[in-house]
């Protein structure tokens, strides 16, 4: 079924700013509250799940649909605003023959499908890495996109060197150009594997890591040395998606550890860390200090299968948290700290140029128990741990922030934090741009978006500079 047919649909996927768009759109942004800054040249990046096709609209899932890339390039102190499908061969097939050819997470699995048993959907995040602009789903190779226009150029398997799946979320360190990746195994051992690509772009090292089970790996951080991998007890249950159950469980037995490895090393040399039992779905960032290793992320006590609903035995307690964990390489000894006990917070970005050394600052979606989405942002100041909030107010939710650092900046904070916010009193989109070291007051501009904007999921920022060396 299209989506566009469906009727009356009671899926709150396909209701209010949560409904996909089919407009691909290439316009000026006119309408501006306040002034873009001059000196903000880039492209500020969200994407998100818009699907085009599905099997049935009440068991659709979110995460399913196809990935859609919205984009706000700003030049001279203006900005304009380009969407587009990421034109995944997924995509291709299903409009060729004009139906769903995959069903999706929330029903049982087609082993028998003859184009594979899941769409690649590129849908979860982005990163700018040697030159090229990539679309990222953990299940499957990244795709590469040209900026600013959107046209999608090829997916990419790094000359066939890709073996496993690549993470939504591989880390960039700016100091080196090189990337590290993921990617979590469900279906045999090693459940994961870690791969490092240099500044050129070259695949340059592969290595497996033996785990007991497979996890839900989402995220992963990195310092100068390491990289942080994350064992935690949401694991994937083969039994289960073959009964058509969910496939994804709460697993305290599992336990919780986060595993230390030199950057290029076999996996077999990897240390590991026992920790309390708990879920982290995105890191801030990690850095070394003296013999410890020090992971700060958000953190939530238990996690929900991915196909159920929110259980009865999750509380606000509950909600991510800034917390922050110190690992003695010497000693073998972890300590946890937990950074924020008053507010519930997720999708926390920081300026990537500190990306695996110590940052001060770190930009997160602020959660409110009254409000499906983030109410406002906080900027935590990590070294001396107090936090400035800005609350969108009634009726206005926003997404991820990103960092967009100044050329030429001199100090972490210098530059701007962008985010779109859906006002439901107006029925509008907005981008919204923060001086980051002025951030108490409050946005500098407010651009009112052409066309509506859904909720997505991962922002990002390229800068002009990096459009321009595209290759």
């Excluded at 006590?301 to 909600?319: H, I, S, W």
């Excluded at 070291?437 to 066309?451: H, Q, S, T």
Aim: include cysteine; glycine fraction near 10%.
């Amino acid at each position: 079924m299209r989506v566009s047919e469906i009727e009356n649909p009671t899926n709150p996927s396909f209701l209010g700013n949560a409904a996909p768009v089919e407009k691909e759109n290439n316009t000026a942004c006119t309408e501006v509250i306040g002034k873009v800054p001059e000196e903000l040249a880039g492209s500020f990046v969200r994407i998100g799940s818009n699907p085009v096709f599905v099997d049935n609209p009440e068991t659709y899932h979110p995460f399913d649909g196809d990935g859609m890339i919205h984009e706000v390039h700003f030049q001279n102190g203006t900005a304009s605003y380009v969407n587009a499908f990421v034109n995944t061969k997924g995509l291709q097939l299903e409009r060729e023959k004009g139906d769903y050819i995959w069903t999706g997470l929330a029903s049982p699995p087609d082993f028998n499908n003859e184009h594979g048993m899941m769409k690649n959907v590129a849908n979860t995040a982005m990163v700018f890495h040697a030159g090229k602009f990539l679309a990222l789903w953990e299940g499957g190779n990244p795709h590469h996109v040209s900026l600013p226009n959107l046209e999608t150029v090829a997916e990419i398997d790094y000359d066939g060197k890709l073996n496993h799946p690549f993470t939504a979320h591989p880390k960039v360190d700016a100091q080196t150009g090189e990337m590290v990746t993921f990617g979590a195994s469900i279906m045999a051992s090693p459940f994961c594997s870690v791969s490092l690509v240099d500044k050129n772009g070259d695949l340059v090292h592969t290595t497996g890591i033996d785990m007991p089970k497979a996890a839900m790996m989402h995220d992963c951080a990195i310092t100068s040395n390491y990289t942080l991998i994350l064992d935690l007890p949401f694991t994937y249950n083969i039994e289960n998606m073959a009964k058509g159950e969910p496939i994804l469980q709460w697993d305290p037995d599992n336990g919780s550890r986060i595993g230390v490895l030199a950057r290029g090393a076999d996996g077999d040399q990897i240390k590991w860390f026992t920790i309390e039992n708990c879920y982290v779905f995105h890191t801030v960032n990690a850095f070394e200090e003296g013999d410890e290793v020090v992971l700060e992320a958000c953190r939530t006590p238990k996690m929900q299968a991915l196909t159920d609903g929110r259980p009865d035995d999750v509380t606000v307690e509950d909600m991510p948290r800034m917390y922050q964990w110190r690992m003695n390489m010497k000693t073998g000894e972890v300590t946890e700290k937990l950074l924020d006990a008053d507010w519930g917070s997720e999708f926390p970005r920081i300026n990537e140029n500190y990306m695996g050394l110590r940052n001060q600052y770190s930009y997160n979606g602020r959660m409110s128990p009254d409000v499906a989405g983030f109410d406002g942002i906080i900027k935590y100041d990590l070294v001396n741990e107090t936090s400035q909030h800005h609350a969108y107010g009634p009726g206005r939710i926003g997404g991820e922030p990103m960092f967009a650092p100044r050329a030429g900046g001199t100090s972490e904070d210098d530059g701007w934090v962008i985010g779109f916010v859906w006002d439901e009193n107006t029925q509008r989109s907005e981008c919204m741009i923060f001086d980051a070291a002025k951030f108490d007051e409050g946005p500098v501009a407010r651009i009112m978006m052409p066309e509506r904007v859904p909720f997505g999921f991962h922002a990002g920022w390229v800068s002009q500079e990096q459009i321009d060396s595209q290759v």
